[in-house]
Nanobody, 129 residues
Framework: QVQLVESGGRLVQAGGSLRLSCEAS????????MGWFRRAPGKEREFVAS????????VYVDSVKGRFTISRDNAKNTVYLQMDSLKPEDTALYYC??????????????????????WGQGTQVTVSS
């Protein structure tokens, strides 16, 4: 059974940095896409970034391009989200998710939330102004 465990969220000042981690277990993830999503207070859950495990191909939502970087460590079965130049509007519960059919998705499809069938519990990021 796939398990995803996020960590790294905390309170940080605007302009600061955080690195979120998602430890994945229960499968071999070489054919998966791994994504980060977030839900801000009073808003719907939204796509943030995704990485194709096999090739390292990445996709980002426009609002985080140039500030966030998604990466993976094959040896540790862990996906990271490096977040720099944080803004108060980045405050949200951040979720890690896995798409088992990731290898056949187009780059555009990597951001489609409904394709991700496995989800973690989330880690809270709060950015103060």
């Amino acid at each position: 059974q796939v398990q995803l465990v996020e960590s790294g969220g905390r309170l940080v000042q605007a302009g600061g940095s955080l690195r979120l981690s998602c430890e994945a277990s229960g499968r071999t993830f070489s054919s998966y896409n791994m994504g980060w999503f977030r839900r801000a207070p009073g808003k719907e859950r939204e796509f943030v970034a995704s990485i194709r495990w096999s090739t390292g191909r990445t996709v980002y939502v426009d609002s985080v391009k140039g500030r966030f970087t998604i990466s993976r460590d094959n040896a540790k079965n862990t996906v990271y989200l490096q977040m720099d130049s944080l803004k108060p509007e980045d405050t949200a519960l951040y979720y890690c998710a896995a798409d088992s059919l990731g290898a056949i998705r187009t780059a555009q499809a990597m951001g489609v939330m409904t394709y991700y069938e496995y989800w973690g519990q989330g880690t809270q990021v709060t950015v103060s102004s």
